[in-house]
C-alpha cells in the first residue's frame, strides 16, 4: 500500500521563557493512502503538536528540533512557505482543536464555505455559493439552501463541526486531519460525527489521521492507532491487535480508564500525572504511574519493540504486562 504520510523520528520542543517543553520525541509512523490512522493519549501528550507538526505549523516558539515528515514522499521542510499555504489548502486539511472558535461570527456559513472554495479554486461567486450548498448536503446538514445563509451562533455545536468538515473537503484534500472533532458534543451527535467521518472515508477514500482521546471512537472508525505519552508513542499498530492485546500497560490503563457501554463495572483511572516535559528523566516516561515499573524501566531510553504483525510498544516490561494485564482483557471493541 501507498505511503501517503511518513514520520520519522520527529522531535518537537517549544521555547517558553527559562525552559523547552519537549512536546513530541522520537516519533515515527506511516499513514497509507486510504488508511484511517488515530492518535490516542491524555491531555498534553503532543497529539496536536503533531498534527501542526504535519502542517509545518508550530507557531513563533515552537520548532522541529529533528526529525522528518514526508508527504507522497516530499519532505515538508524544504518546502517554501508559499508551496506549504498551497499544500495545506489543497493537499492536507486540518480541521483544528478549536476550530468551531474560528468561523467568522459575522459572516453566514454558506459564505465562509464559498470562500474557501474560491480560495482553492477559479469559480464565480455564484458557483462557488451552489458548491458549498451542494458541500454542506454532503455533510449532512439540514435543509442546505436555508442554513447556508444562517450564521454560525444559529446552528448547533454539531451541525459547525460539520461546517467545518465540510470546509475542510471542499478542496478535496487527500489527506484530512481532524483533531478532537467530537469533543464537547452530547453522545448522540458525536455519534453523528463518527458516522459522517465513516461515510466520508468510504466515499472518497480520504487518508485520515483522526486524534481523539475517546478510545470508542478509535475503536469504531480506525484501521491503526498510535497510543502517545508524553509525547512519545507508547504503542502503534493495527487496531484490533493493539485493543484486543494491549502490551503496553499506559495502553492497558486507559483501556480500563474507559466506561464500558452496558457494563456496571466503573471505569478506573491511572493515578498519577504526565511528567514535566521540560524536566525528563531518563528512563521510561511512565514508570512513576506503571504497575509493572521495576528498576531496569529507569536508566536509558526505551525503545519501540515488536510485539505482534504491525504491533509495536515502547516497554521492557511487555512480556510480564501482556501475561498479567492490568486489567482482564476487555471484549466489548
Ligand atoms: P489535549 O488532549 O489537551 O488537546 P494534546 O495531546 O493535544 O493535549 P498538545 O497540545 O500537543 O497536547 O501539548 C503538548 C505539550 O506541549 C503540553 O505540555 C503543552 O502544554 C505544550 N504546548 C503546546 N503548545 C505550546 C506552546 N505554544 N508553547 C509552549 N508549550 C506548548
Ligand atoms: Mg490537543
Redesign the pocket.
Given at each position: 500500500n501507498e505511503t501517503v504520510l511518513s514520520i520519522d523520528s520527529l522531535h518537537v520542543e517549544?521555547?517558553?521563557p527559562g525552559s523547552n517543553?519537549r512536546?513530541?520525541r522520537d516519533v515515527s509512523l506511516d499513514v497509507a493512502r486510504g488508511e484511517t490512522h488515530g492518535?490516542a493519549?491524555?491531555?498534553?501528550?503532543?497529539?496536536?503538536?503533531?498534527?501542526?507538526a504535519i502542517l509545518q505549523y508550530?507557531?513563533?516558539?515552537?520548532s522541529i528540533t529533528s526529525g522528518t515528515v514526508q508527504f507522497n514522499g516530499t519532505d515538508l521542510q524544504e518546502l517554501s512557505e508559499s508551496e506549504l499555504r498551497s499544500l495545506r489548502g489543497n493537499d492536507i486539511a486540518h480541521v483544528a482543536?478549536d476550530a468551531k472558535s474560528s468561523l467568522n461570527p459575522s459572516l453566514s456559513v454558506g459564505e465562509q464555505v464559498a470562500e474557501t472554495i474560491q480560495a482553492h479554486q477559479d469559480v464565480s461567486r455564484s458557483e462557488a455559493h451552489q458548491q458549498a450548498i451542494e458541500m454542506l448536503r454532503e455533510v449532512d446538514i439540514p435543509d442546505p439552501e436555508y442554513n447556508a445563509d444562517q450564521y454560525p451562533h444559529e446552528l448547533s455545536g454539531g451541525q459547525q463541526q460539520r461546517v467545518l468538515i465540510a470546509m475542510a473537503l471542499s478542496c478535496s484534500p487527500e489527506l484530512l486531519i481532524l483533531?478532537?472533532p467530537t469533543?464537547g458534543l452530547d453522545v448522540t451527535t458525536q455519534s453523528k460525527i463518527v458516522e459522517l467521518i465513516q461515510d466520508l472515508k468510504d466515499e472518497y477514500e480520504t487518508t485520515i489521521v483522526l486524534?481523539t482521546?475517546n478510545l470508542e471512537i478509535i475503536a469504531q472508525i480506525t484501521d491503526r492507532v498510535s497510543i502517545?505519552y508524553a509525547?512519545e508513542l507508547m504503542e502503534q499498530g493495527d487496531v484490533y491487535s493493539i485493543f484486543d492485546d494491549p502490551s503496553n500497560p499506559y495502553t492497558q490503563g486507559l483501556l480500563a480508564a474507559t466506561p464500558e457501554i452496558g457494563s456496571d463495572k466503573a471505569p478506573t483511572a491511572i493515578p498519577g500525572q504526565?511528567p514535566d516535559?521540560t524536566d525528563l528523566d531518563d528512563g521510561c516516561t511512565f514508570a512513576d504511574r506503571c504497575a509493572f515499573a521495576t528498576e531496569e524501566c529507569r536508566t536509558g531510553s526505551i525503545a519501540m519493540e515488536t510485539v505482534a504483525d504491525d504491533h509495536e510498544t515502547r516497554c521492557r516490561r511487555w512480556e510480564a504486562a501482556v501475561e498479567d494485564p492490568i486489567q482482564p482483557k476487555r471484549g466489548t471493541y
Open positions: 517549544y521555547s517558553t517543553v512536546a513530541v492518535i493519549g491524555e491531555s498534553g501528550s503532543g497529539k496536536s503538536t503533531l498534527a501542526l508550530l507557531g513563533d516558539n515552537g482543536q483533531d478532537e469533543t486524534i482521546h502517545m509525547g504526565i516535559l
